[in-house]
């Protein structure tokens, strides 16, 4: 089992910034790859960025540029550094880890982007 806590969502103007942080608990040596999705109302959920074991990264074309995913492996937690806010990333944010044979899953933290 892996726990998955996020925090840092909150509301911000466009073209601001926030970081969200998703703090990993559990059988972290499973763990092959860790991302971040986001679900906007009425939306499918969508992959925001991925990072692997190795720091391979991968990002949705809608955030290149934007957003940096990172990870801190001594204190088990992955960051979301989300700058130059849009109304369209309007969402909850959720964390996500995989294992070859498991997906879990945080409780998601809301982003919202409004003037």
């Known amino acids: 089992q892996v726990q998955l806590v996020e925090s840092g969502g909150g509301v911000v103007q466009p073209g601001g910034s926030l970081r969200l942080s998703c703090a990993a608990s559990g059988m972290i040596f499973s763990v092959n790859v860790m991302g971040w999705y986001r679900q906007a109302p009425g939306k499918q959920r969508e992959l925001v960025a991925s990072i692997t074991s190795g720091g391979r990264t991968n990002y949705a074309d809608s955030v290149k540029g934007r957003f940096t995913i990172s990870r801190d492996n001594a204190k088990d937690t992955v960051y979301l550094q989300m700058n130059g806010l849009k109304p369209e990333d309007t969402a909850v944010y959720y964390c996500?880890?995989?294992?070859?044979?498991?997906?879990?899953w945080g409780q998601g933290t809301q982003v919202a982007v409004s003037s």
């Open positions: 996500n880890a995989g294992t070859s044979r498991y997906q879990y």
